[in-house]
């Protein structure tokens, strides 16, 4: 059984930095690409920041140059380094992972969540 689990969420004032991570585990499969979105409520998840499996990275408008993705694909865990952080990033913040099945199938899971708070 696949799972995603994630740490390293919690409060934080404005300015400040917080640092996630995600371990995938229970997969055969190869790990294509991984990332980091993000929900409040009312809102739909929204992507942050991606990581493909040879180290390309993609991040939302709204947090490029504050936010760094990285990923240990030895380790199967990816990172979100969070820094000046600002109250509009309060969120639950959710790591995904898609896996390639072989035969161009691919499966998407994703972790728990794990919420940010950004407040003074």
């Known amino acids: 059984q696949v799972q995603l689990v994630e740490s390293g969420g919690g409060l934080v004032q404005p300015g400040g930095s917080l640092r996630l991570s995600c371990a995938a585990s229970g997969s055969t499969f190869s790990i294509t690409a991984m990332g980091w979105y993000r929900q409040t409520p009312g809102v739909q998840r929204e992507l942050v920041a991606a990581v493909s499996s040879s180290g390309s990275t993609h991040y939302a408008d709204s947090v490029q140059g504050r936010f760094s993705i990285s990923r240990d694909n030895a380790k199967n865990t990816v990172f979100l380094q969070m820094n000046s952080l600002k109250p509009e990033d309060t969120a639950v913040y959710y790591c995904?992972?898609?896996?390639?099945?072989?035969?161009?199938?691919?499966?998407?899971?994703w972790g728990q969540g794990t919420q940010v708070t950004v407040s003074s």
């Open positions: 995904n992972a898609v896996f390639s099945e072989g035969a161009g199938n691919f499966r998407t899971y």
